[in-house]
């Protein structure tokens, strides 16, 4: 049984950072490409970015190039999602989610996801 678990989520003001874990169990993480999605309350859920199985490759959502990171550290099991700059319209519910398929770059699709973590809230205020 695979399970994600985010935490790191937060208020945090305007301009402010914060980092998001994400623990894998459950299979061999270092094989799969993970990402982190978003939801904010009444809109879809929609791709931040993505980190190849391998960790050398990495691609985001437009609006949060240069804001936000994607690692990873395979001897720990964890995805992290580094948070700068952080705006109001940040704010959502983010999930962490683990790729279908072993080997790849990883999607921007969620279709192309097939476990998904319970979701931690971030909340940016001005």
């Known amino acids: 049984q695979v399970q994600l678990v985010e935490s790191g989520g937060g208020l945090v003001q305007a301009g402010g950072s914060l980092r998001l874990s994400c623990v894998a169990s459950?299979?061999?993480?270092?094989?799969?490409?993970m990402a982190w999605f978003r939801q904010a309350p009444g809109k879809e859920r929609e791709f931040v970015g993505a980190i190849k199985w391998n960790g050398d490759t990495t691609f985001y959502k437009d609006s949060v190039k240069g804001r936000f990171t994607i690692s990873r550290d395979d001897a720990k099991n964890t995805v992290y999602l580094q948070m700068n700059s952080l705006k109001p319209e940040d704010t959502a519910a983010y999930y962490c989610a683990s790729e279908s398929r072993a080997f790849t770059y990883g999607s921007s699709f969620s279709e192309e996801y097939d476990y998904w973590g319970q979701g931690t809230q971030v909340t940016v205020y001005s």
């Open positions: 459950g299979r061999t993480f270092s094989d799969y490409a």
